[in-house]
């Protein structure tokens, strides 16, 4: 009985953990960054090296910064888990102890980018999302706190502050080097990126929107969506599909319908898939799912053998009784179904019981190896406590046969 | 001796009386160990199928000149032959570098008037499509190894209407030169907007001549592994900052660390089901012993003997059982590395002495229900009361 239970809970807590897992891992890889990259359709050529575009603030077109809501209303809306947009503008930034406008002392160029950190963005339904470049990029570490959406405040990237010795707390004047207004932004925070971001000024997208003169715009759009990995049907054309074969690719989240979607929303725009993302975390999500399949298989193959051997164990030891039953003229058959009648009522309590302690079990291995806790499935439910009746009845059936076929006699005689 | 010889003969007795027993327990543990062993390979397995699959999100490692490169004209730049001194392999998987030089120049279509300002990269190295992973199209192969070939990112083609096989003006402060497009390439990212061309025509275009910007690598192995080539690296090229990338090496990390725990976990969990599983087959054995232990202590084996007796028979059982189960699960490994990760994988034999130890102790826990018969009163046992 208890190993009745134990066997079962194991097996419900591998059933619940990798039912949960595959949505949970996919999840897990959108810490990779986003797949997905919004830049404007008729652009002039980015100048982008090692992530600072080189062009002018005046060149080029940008995209209106209100149309970022409908991003929660395409067909896969719930699959959209962050975006951030993203405006650089190059700068002359100084603090104000190397310069001030009576004494012009040493003027840094740097690249001020401006983004969201956690922006609540009005959705057209009327309710709001909360996303930003925290939830984009999570590999970005913050020494101090991330500036406050439309306030004052500043992150300096690691290189730019070890270069130009401004710490936290110091103030750091900024000017876009075509125009001639000028911000003091108050330090409040040392970003680490381990890329180019390191060498730059970040602050909130309304600040950089108001020194490059461009209110309410922005240039890129990094978008991290789930996404089903690509197989062989996602890699056609969809211009040449069927429309039975085209409703079927719209209404899977690869990552090509989700950019389709994207661009249907926002006009002008050129949505294109990050392919080393996209690429890298279809590979190892496809291999990691099978390997978790594999693993769910074994752990059941081990509670199946454990239920049958004690199924097994618990009718041999009954062999007085079933000797005492056969005595007094009951026939196999009887002895049988009441045996296997005993054993079914186990099955049940003994599955029911290990269903309750594999939930539990379930939530202390999820919260320790993938940080969050499967909800409890009725359906899990269901196909433990058919699995164990299966097994038991499996794991009786040998030594019942044998039962059936003892001469009481010797049995109680104890030989 | 004579003590000795009647140790092991009751030992055979006791493995040998029940042979249907004997094979439900050595199933049992051999099942168990099987799933252990092939587990355990696996682990060590996936961690090093997984490092080359994530090698799907290109370069890892980045040298860079020393001081911070804002500026785009005089900015700081690397000699060419640092590429040379950057080793071509690492444990044992070769390591794709790729050395960049990047202009801002003026393009043109060939032909045309109109010339916009564009990003021209030269390259030179092993394995550019590992370090920028991207879909090439309109591939024309025998042009790749032209020494005026260039490939061309996909909007960059779109904005100057090229295709593979056409030529391409390049102009740099009255520098020009020219080149043949042999690719166009989708990335998703900046390289959509640049052209790579040949190191030395960038390096003519700059007049820069055996200069590079930057040289990026993409190292197969674990992000512990990367850190420590970044640093041997760092020690080797002292002018140059090696630095890693921190957005994959990150996410990596925690992935590696949910897969192995969940492989760990489920190694736990049979191991355990195996001893219930073990467990349940000896308390049938102590049931049925009791009339053998009451006539041991009836002629005065004493209780430390009795016990003995049974826990070599546990860890007999558990040698047995776990020698030929973990020898089918590695085997049966290479197998599932094939179903995996599409490779078969490598059998470990580190792994087998530790699956086998394993296999013994849970053998010996599993021995457990033995404890009753210590406690047996021979007496009572004869009279059937126990």
């Not at chain 1, 652009?43 to 080189?54: F, N, W």
């Not at chain 1, 270069?163 to 110091?170: A, L, P, Q, Y």
Request: proline share 4%; glycine share 10%.
């Amino acid at each position: 009985m208890a190993a009745l239970a134990m066997g079962m809970a194991v097996a419900t807590a591998a059933l619940s953990v990798s039912l949960d897992v595959g949505d949970r891992l996919a999840e897990e890889f959108r810490s990779l960054g986003a797949n997905l990259l919004v830049t404007p359709q008729a652009d002039s050529l980015p100048l982008e090296i090692g992530g600072v575009d080189y062009r002018p603030a005046n060149a080029g077109t940008y995209l209106p910064e209100a149309d970022l809501g409908k991003l929660k209303t395409i067909f896969w809306r719930f699959n959209i888990m962050a975006f951030a947009p993203i405006l650089e503008v190059p700068v002359q930034a100084w603090s104000p102890a190397s310069k001030n406008w009576s004494s012009p002392g040493t003027v840094g160029n740097a690249t001020l980018i401006g983004t969201w950190s956690e922006h609540s963005v009005p959705i057209p339904d009327g309710t709001s999302y909360v996303t930003g470049i925290q939830k984009t990029n999570p590999w970005w570490h913050v020494d101090g706190n991330w500036f406050g959406e439309g306030s004052e405040e500043c992150l300096v990237g690691t290189g730019f502050s070890k270069n130009s010795g401004v710490k936290i707390g110091d103030t750091l004047n900024v000017q876009a080097s075509d125009s001639s207004g000028w911000r003091a932004l108050k330090v409040v925070g040392v970003l680490s990126t381990g890329g180019p971001e390191d060498d730059a000024v970040v602050v909130s997208l309304a600040i950089a929107q108001t020194l490059a003169g461009k209110p309410g715009q922005y240039r890129r759009l990094y978008v991290s969506a789930l996404t089903k990995p690509e197989d062989a049907f996602a890699r056609k054309d969809p211009k040449s599909m069927t429309p039975a074969e085209f409703d079927t690719w719209y209404c899977t989240p690869y990552i090509s319908a989700i950019a389709l979607q994207i661009s249907e929303e926002l006009k002008g725009t050129d949505v294109r898939v990050i392919r080393r993302v996209a690429e890298g975390e279809g590979n190892v999500l496809t291999r990691v799912r099978t390997l978790l399949w594999l693993v769910t298989f074994a752990a059941l193959l081990a509670a199946a053998l454990a239920v049958g051997a004690s199924a097994a164990a618990s009718v041999i030891e009954r062999r007085t009784e079933i000797g005492l039953m056969k005595a007094l003229g009951a026939n196999s058959g009887l002895v049988g179904v009441l045996l296997a009648a005993e054993q079914l009522l186990l099955a049940f309590v003994g599955g029911g019981i290990g269903y309750a302690v594999g939930i539990v079990l379930a939530r202390a291995l999820g919260e320790r190896i993938f940080g969050f806790a499967p909800e409890p499935k009725l359906f899990v439910l269901l196909i433990i406590l058919a699995l164990a009746a299966l097994i038991t009845l499996l794991g009786s059936a040998f030594p019942l046969r044998q039962a059936s076929r003892y001469d009481p006699a010797p049995i109680l005689r104890g030989e | 001796m004579g003590t000795y010889s009647m140790f092991w003969r009751i030992e055979r007795r006791l493995l040998t009386t029940n042979y249907g027993r004997l094979f439900v327990i050595l199933l049992a543990l051999g099942a168990g160990a099987a799933v252990t062993s092939a587990l355990l390979n696996l682990q060590i397995d996936a961690k090093k199928r997984l490092t080359t699959e994530f090698r799907a999100l290109g370069a890892n490692v980045i040298v860079a000149p020393r001081q911070a490169n804002n500026e785009i004209s005089g900015g700081a730049t690397l000699d060419e032959g640092l590429l040379s001194q950057v080793p071509t392999q690492y444990e044992g998987k070769p390591i794709p570098a790729v050395g960049f030089l990047y202009v801002i120049g003026e393009v043109a279509k060939a032909d045309a008037i109109h010339f916009e300002p564009a990003v021209i990269a030269g390259t030179e190295g092993q394995g550019l499509t590992q370090i920028r992973p991207g879909r090439r199209s309109e591939y024309i192969a025998n042009l790749e190894n032209d020494p005026d070939a260039c490939e061309i990112g996909a909007k960059a083609a779109a904005q100057f209407r090229v295709h593979a096989g056409d030529s391409l003006q390049l102009r740099n402060q009255g520098r020009i030169a020219s080149c043949k497009v042999f690719a166009v390439v989708a990335t998703g990212g900046a390289e959509d907007t640049q052209i790579f061309t040949k190191l030395k025509t960038a390096q003519g275009l700059a007049d820069l001549d055996g200069r590079l910007s930057l040289m990026q690598l993409s190292v197969t192995a674990t992000p512990d592994s990367v850190k420590s080539f970044i640093v041997s690296l760092s020690q080797r090229l002292p002018s140059a900052n090696v630095s890693g990338i921190k957005q994959f090496a990150e996410a990596e990390g925690r992935i590696y660390n949910r897969i192995s725990g969940l492989l760990s976990a489920t190694v736990l969990l049979v191991l355990f089901l195996t001893s219930l599983c073990v467990m349940a087959g000896m308390s049938n054995v102590a049931v049925e012993r009791k009339n053998d232990v009451g006539l041991m202590k009836a002629i005065g084996g004493s209780i430390q003997r009795v016990v003995r007796l049974f826990l070599t028979e546990a860890i007999l059982l558990g040698i047995g059982g776990g020698l030929i189960g973990s020898f089918v699960g590695i085997l049966t490994s290479i197998w599932l590395g094939k179903a995996v990760f599409g490779v078969a994988a490598q059998p470990r034999w580190i792994v087998y002495p530790v699956s086998v130890t394993l296999t013994v102790l849970v053998s010996i826990a599993s021995a457990f229900p033995l404890r009753r018969l210590a406690t047996i009163r021979p007496a009572s046992v004869f009279r059937g009361e126990e």
